[in-house]
């Protein structure tokens, strides 16, 4: 592991760039939200809400949804508009001397807290290392600490006794578990814990629930903590269909739904690996184990790949914006198995093509 100054990498590029505008008639491998969402009975709720729409959204009932979901106390919720906003409100609302960001993973906390004014220092995980997390390696003196798990883009899971090694008095421990819902069993969840000081866990609905055209997530905190970001945050700051949304991705249908789509995730994306593992030949490696609902892969040549990839229909994520990786890196969404197999078809090709 190692640390680096800001360098040229694009923080603010995602993976919606990537099927914008005439990207619209690509297959999508580069957004890590699920496929087949939002499903219908969460659609039904959330047009039911609209006859509200007159009225000031009320978060009362969704905060204490998702408190009682993670069984803690309200004061300890705070709802977003997506898990984004939250790195924005901690960048503003927090005193913060020395930020550590752990990568490579999500650029935006970096970039809320440039924005802010802040100095980040970046600590590297390394490939050799499987992009492993060593607590020791974060600096001593750090007061705020931001890290993901599973990471965006490595997909590595990294285990909740190692993050907990990083928590320290005066300290603020922010954990993006954005992804963990897609985890059986959400193994390694520090949401819900109260005994690791300082801790401030982000997740989001986005990404399972396919919302990412509503935003809407929520942080679990200290209840000092929420109430210094609820006070950063404008007045109403989720609609009132998103916090139906958020009440009712809370209740125990949506989490046994959820549960059943992280175990259908976890067995498309061991066909799309052992896919991937064929094109070994041709230099490409596989991050692994991957945990996520995506899997980073490294081969010669990446971005002609990519170049040939979007010709052929298919859209995924480049890696070189994403401090620690380079253009040999892409980042690619677990899909449905015939979607994978007609994607390896057409890998096949790019690699070819790509060599020529």
Not at 107 to 135: I, K, M, N, W, Y
Not at 213 to 239: K, M
Not at 318 to 335: I, K, M, N
Request: glycine share 8%.
């Amino acid at each position: 592991m190692r640390t680096e100054p800001a360098g040229a990498h694009d923080l603010r590029h995602h993976g919606d760039a990537e099927v914008r505008d005439d990207g619209a008639r690509l297959t999508d491998l580069a957004v890590n939200v699920r496929a087949d969402t939002p499903p219908a009975w969460l659609r039904e709720r959330i047009a039911g809400s609209l006859a509200g729409l007159a009225a000031y959204p009320d978060g009362r009932a969704a905060r204490a949804a998702v408190a009682a979901r993670h069984g803690v106390a309200v004061e300890r919720v705070l709802l977003t508009a997506g898990a984004a906003e939250a790195f924005v409100l901690l960048a503003r609302a927090l005193t913060v001397r020395h930020a550590v960001v752990v990568h490579p993973q999500f650029t935006e906390p970096e970039a809320a807290l440039r924005d802010a004014g802040h100095r980040v220092e970046r600590v590297l995980l390394r490939e050799e290392d499987g992009f492993r997390l060593d607590a020791a390696a974060v600096p001593e003196d750090a007061d705020l600490v931001v890290v993901g798990n599973p990471t965006n883009p490595t997909s590595v899971l990294h285990p909740a006794a190692t993050i907990a090694e990083l928590a320290r008095p005066g300290r603020t421990l922010v954990v993006d578990e954005a992804f963990l819902d897609a985890v059986p069993g959400e193994r390694e969840a520090l949401a819900g814990r109260t005994d690791v000081p300082g801790l401030v866990v982000l997740r989001s609905l986005t990404k399972t629930w396919g919302l990412a055209g509503l935003r809407i997530g929520y942080v679990l905190a200290d209840p000092e903590t929420v109430a210094a970001l609820e006070r950063a945050q404008p007045l109403w700051p989720v609609s009132t269909p998103a916090l139906a949304a958020a009440q009712a991705c809370m209740e125990p249908r949506a989490l046994a739904e959820a549960a059943h789509a992280a175990h259908r995730v976890a067995t498309d994306r061991a066909h799309l690996v052992a896919g991937l593992r064929e094109f070994a030949p041709d230099g490409l490696r596989v991050v692994e184990p991957a945990e996520g609902p995506f899997v980073l892969v490294r081969l010669p040549r990446a971005t002609a790949v990519r170049r040939h990839l979007r010709d052929l229909g298919w859209a995924v994520r480049r890696g070189d914006t994403f401090p620690g990786l380079d253009e040999e890196w892409l980042r690619l969404a677990v899909r449905d198995r015939p979607t994978v197999n007609r994607f390896l078809q057409a890998l096949d090709q790019a690699v070819t093509l790509a060599k020529g």
